[in-house]
């Protein structure tokens, strides 16, 4: 019981460490998390991401587009700009990660509800 208390916090950290800094090019990012867990340099490799969640924010003339699923929220350009997209669709976007202004996105991104 000692050792499940002592490694309890490790082992929450490592589950909640990002796992997308060691992951390869080609493979696809499934989920927000992984999108903005990765550095700078990880984003503009560009890696293949597909993510399913809810449009939280909508506004094609401000350019504002996110999307969230059960780990967290991204930015999201799509391309091109879908015109009828409400707040609370479930979507699936297909896309590639970018560095963004603040945070790692989700860019040149198909939305499909």
């Not at 909640?16 to 992951?23: E, V």
């Not at 780990?71 to 979507?91: E, F, R």
């Amino acid at each position: 019981m000692f050792l499940v208390r002592s490694l309890g916090p490790l082992l929450l950290t490592a589950l909640l460490t990002p796992i997308a800094f060691s992951q390869s090019a080609s493979q696809t990012l499934t989920n927000c998390a992984q999108i903005l867990g990765l550095t700078l340099e990880a984003a503009n490799r560009e890696s293949p991401a597909v993510v399913t969640g809810v449009v939280t924010c909508y506004v094609p003339s401000s350019q504002l587009c996110f999307v969230q699923d059960g780990t967290a929220g991204v930015y999201v350009y799509p391309s091109p700009w879908p015109k009828d997209l409400a707040p609370g669709t479930i979507v699936t976007v297909d896309g590639a990660t970018g560095a963004g202004r603040f945070s790692p996105i989700l860019q040149r991104a198909r939305i499909t509800p």
